[in-house]
């Protein structure tokens, strides 16, 4: 499920979910499309980057794999070992991870040089 050691993965989720905390509708996240805009925007970050669908209810096994059962909160990028980011907020087994949008976003112009956001 991981991806190979030079590429990072990133862990979105899958769109059209229920949340038992808010009944009787369909979501998306607003994050998770965001960085999926991104994505489409720098599509040399494909070369970079395994993107993962994941489903909204917990646990989120592929997630908990790679970043660590604390560290569930989507979106997340999990980078190759060995890698750094000033972004970064946890480290499970050797590989940091960056989570939410903005975080991800300032690291994949920290670590691929993609355009920054305009303020």
Known sequence: MSAPHDRA?????KPGFEDPAFPDAIYFDRFSVLLEGVL??????????????????????AVAALAGEDNQTLPRLVLPPGVASGHASAEHDGRRSVAGAAAIIAALVELYGIAPPHP
Request: aromatic share 12%; glycine share 0%.
């Open 9 to 13: 993965d990133l862990f979105l989720l």
């Open 40 to 61: 489409r925007s720098f599509p040399e970050l494909e070369r970079r980057i395994v993107v993962h669908h994941v489903d909204f209810a917990r646990p989120r096994v």
